[in-house]
């Protein structure tokens, strides 16, 4: 799987939208964009995947360029429970199989 | 949808036992069950594949003897850790992917071990 680039850390006042950046400039063709995070002590919550349009749900947006070589997710009104660590990771999918490497993330914290 | 059960939630046991935590998706089935491990600050490590009705494929590094693996239907599978060190303790988080759609795989809570 292709590696991804986050920034460590990132911070975003409560109601505002959050913008997290992604650099995945080696992704294949068949690879999809995902989003996790993970609270503190938690496992890890599926946000939202992409392939190439922009997605979104009841939780964020992802935006992927038209290269496909980065994205950002959106938080549009960040909340205090917004606070955690957002992987990027990218991956083959349509299969059961596809492994998740996580790499360091960035952790967003949403202060008042 | 899409829930994913681990039991226990945090275990403490003794050098040299085992512990045996199970991981469960609740509504729906998952052919492929995941184990990672992740340290305090650090990221998660994958640590074996898990396919229902044949052996879990262990990463580099990862002992199969003592991490068991038995993923013995679509919604259990259990990592066994055998004679448990201090140096095992961990976060253990088992993940379990849809048999269908785009596979997305969705995370129990997560299982605290320390090993004393």
């Known amino acids: 799987d292709a590696k991804t680039t986050q920034p460590p850390s990132m911070d975003c006042a409560e109601g505002r939208a959050a913008n997290l950046p992604c650099n995945h400039s080696?992704?294949?063709?068949?690879?999809?964009v995902y989003w996790y995070r993970q609270i503190h002590s938690q496992g890890p919550q599926y946000i939202i995947h992409g392939l190439k349009n922009n997605e979104t749900n009841e939780m964020a947006s992802l935006i992927i360029t038209e290269d496909r070589k980065s994205s950002t997710l959106i938080l549009p009104h960040a909340t205090l429970r917004d606070t955690a660590v957002y992987y990027c990771?990218?991956?083959?999918?349509?299969?059961?199989?596809?492994?998740?490497?996580f790499g360091q993330g960035t952790i967003l914290t949403v202060h008042p | 949808g899409a829930v994913v059960s681990q039991h226990p939630s945090w275990v403490i046991c003794k050098s040299g036992t085992s512990v045996k935590i199970e991981c469960r998706s609740l509504?729906?089935?998952?052919?492929?069950m995941f184990w990672y491990r992740q340290f305090p600050k650090q990221s998660l490590m994958l640590m074996a594949t898990s396919n229902e009705g044949s052996k879990a494929t262990y990463e580099q590094g990862v002992e199969k003897d003592k991490f068991l693996i038995n993923h013995a239907s679509l919604t259990l599978s259990t990592l066994t850790v055998t004679s448990a060190h201090p140096e095992d303790s961990s976060f253990y988080i088992c993940?379990?992917?849809?048999?269908?759609?785009?596979?997305?795989?969705?995370f129990g809570p997560g299982t605290r071990l320390t090993v004393t």
């Open positions: 993940s379990a992917s849809r048999t269908s759609g785009t596979y997305e795989q969705y």
């Open positions: 509504d729906f089935q998952a052919t492929t």
């Open positions: 080696t992704i294949s063709g068949n690879e999809y």
């Open positions: 990771i990218v991956r083959v999918a349509g299969t059961s199989y596809g492994k998740l490497t």
